[in-house]
């Protein structure tokens, strides 16, 4: 019974692993190199990040529009995070896999666009 017992929780484990690693967050701390693409035209930033708790990260925006400090979260593989430059709101919103991410970019009432990034080793 004990062996039945120790069989049932392993083979639990082994299929709740999965899940569990699908609900923890990324981790994107690191150097970003972006490759931000609008109808204004093209800029490749530079995201510095640092994580601040689990779901929650700080950084520095460095690109065409100046440098500005940079707050964002993450939930599993999506990832948000913007700053203000003169006035204007600017969100990253989309998915991390690794050492990449991609998503939508909103440059306050600029206009709109995509990104892909990839974190320098």
Known sequence: MK?????FLSAFCLMALPVLHAQTPGNV???????AESPLGNG??????????????????????????????????KIYLSFDVSGNLIEYDGVVDGDTMKGKLK????GEGTFTGTRKK
């Not at 701390?29 to 490759?35: C, E, K, N, R, S």
């Open 29 to 35: 701390t690191g150097t970003w190199d972006i490759i």
């Open 107 to 110: 440059l306050g009432n600029m």
């Open 3 to 7: 062996k039945a017992f120790v069989l």
């Open 44 to 77: 490749t930033p530079v995201f510095e990040l640092k994580h601040i708790s689990d779901t929650t990260f700080t950084g520095t925006y460095r690109g065409q529009l100046g440098e500005s400090d940079v707050k964002g979260t993450i939930k599993g593989n």
